[in-house]
T-cell receptor
Framework: AQKITQTQPGMFVQEKEAVTLDCTYD???????LFWYKQPSSGEMIFLIY??????QNATEGRYSLNFQKARKSANLVISASQLGDSAMYFC??????????????FGAGTRLAVHP | NAGVTQTPKFRVLKTGQSMTLLCAQD?????MYWYRQDPGMGLRLIHY???????AKGEVPDGYNVSRLKKQNFLLGLESAAPSQTSVYFC?????????????FGPGTRLTVL
């Protein structure tokens, strides 16, 4: 069965430093997508970055990059030059299959990141 | 551009009462979803819709019903609320399925069942 595991309940990082949030997944489907969302204290879910299972290069979006290691089934989020506004809950999510998967997402339990000045 | 909106933002119910949560999107998206988020857990899919007039069960559908009479609206109903349904409910929509078609989320509804 498909599953997303985020093993770090909480992480701390100094402002301006980089931080890696871990995510491992389990699926037998060769076609899948991986997403990262940010949930600040205000509660909304904000899309950060996407990686497709067939993408040859790691995804990047500004200060966010996804360290995709397909053989290890890991999709870690790297935030460079952390800012105080990065303090939030971060969720890794997976969609199995292509369009037949109807874009249904399975979420991990999340990692709470605290950025210290 | 409002994106995805949810009504109401907060609600308190007594056990056995019923209510309907409304989700509306103005992005002409085909797919819509209802999730619940409980403390210490990620979001779990309740029901989803792949187009007007269609609905399907997700991971945790028991105790909920949904309807998608109009493309822009997706309603989540609780016929007889139970304390176990105390949660934060999120609606989301996406243009298509597959690929990088991300889901856009509403602000959430915090529901407490006493």
């Amino acid at each position: 069965a498909q599953k997303i595991t985020q093993t770090q309940p909480g992480m701390f990082v100094q402002e301006k430093e980089a931080v890696t949030l871990d995510c491992t997944y389990d699926t037998s489907d060769p076609s899948y997508g991986l997403f990262w969302y940010k949930q600040p204290s205000s509660g909304e879910m904000i899309f950060l970055i996407y990686q497709g299972s067939y993408d040859q290069q790691n995804a990047t979006e500004g200060r966010y990059s996804l360290n995709f290691q397909k053989a290890r089934k890991s999709a870690n989020l790297v935030i460079s030059a952390s800012q105080l506004g990065d303090s939030a809950m971060y969720f890794c999510a997976m969609r199995e299959g292509g369009s037949g998967g109807y874009n249904k997402l399975i979420f991990g339990a999340g990692t709470r990141l605290a950025v210290h000045p | 551009n409002a994106g995805v909106t949810q009504t109401p933002k907060f609600r308190v119910l007594k056990t056995g009462q019923s209510m309907t949560l409304l989700c509306a999107q103005d992005m002409n998206h085909e797919y819509m979803y209802w999730y619940r988020q409980d403390p210490g857990m990620g979001l779990r899919l309740i029901h989803y819709s792949v187009g007007e007039g269609t609905t399907a069960k997700g991971e945790v559908p028991d105790g909920y019903n949904v309807s998608r009479l109009k493309k822009q609206n997706f309603l989540l109903g609780l016929e007889s609320a139970a304390p176990s349904q105390t949660s934060v409910y999120f609606c989301a929509s996406s243009l298509l399925a597959g690929g990088p078609n991300t889901q856009y989320f509403g602000p959430g509804t915090r529901l407490t069942v006493l």
